[in-house]
């Protein structure tokens, strides 16, 4: 009788902690910095796929990371090498065209031959949650396009077969892994505790 009083107890406890954990924890607005997945087709030989992610200050629309691993593209029989453009290989510009317009954010310099990324972001509407990454783009007479330029200037720009897409990454917030944690090592003591009796 006394186990399955203090098996009782404990588990009265237990819950008792856990909510008085959940009501004293606060709430905590919505991080602004959100991981957003890039994806698209290039226009060489392969249909190249264009994939990466780019980190978001989602109330102020600034770019804050980005990590793109262009694979190797062909241009009929002539190879050219691909480039890995994260903040520790590649140089950032970003213009920032004003409202109803567009944001060219260029990534420059990465390695093995100074390989070069352009990407046309329509400007952000606050917060930002996702979007169209766009082919090409004329603005005052003058053409920008999203793009990939392996080394030497004298080698192919390979632009986008259409639009690409911009959207959040799925990723658990860490309450999720929390709650998930508890959950589990509450089935385990409660496994061991009638495990006893």
Known sequence: ???????????????????????????????????????????????????????????????????????????????????????????????????AAFVDFQLFGAPPEGEELFLLIPTPTLPYTGGELLQEVTYEGQDFHTGYQSGVQANPFFELTGNGTIAPAVTPEPSSYLFLGLGIAGILLMRRRTSHD
Do not use: E, H, K
Request: hydrophobic share 40%; glycine share 10%; with cysteine.
């Open 1 to 99: 009788m006394t186990g399955r009083f203090q098996c009782s107890a404990l588990r009265s406890l237990s819950i008792f902690g856990l909510a008085m954990f959940c009501w004293l924890t606060p709430v905590r607005p919505a991080q602004a910095d959100t991981i957003f997945d890039v994806s698209g087709t290039f226009d060489d030989t392969n249909s190249t796929p264009l994939a990466g992610t780019i980190t978001l200050n989602t109330v102020t629309g600034a770019i804050d990371g980005f990590d793109f691993d262009i694979p190797t593209m062909t241009n009929g029989s002539t190879i050219l090498a691909g480039a890995l453009f994260t903040p520790a290989t590649a140089t950032v510009s970003y213009d920032d065209f004003g409202p």
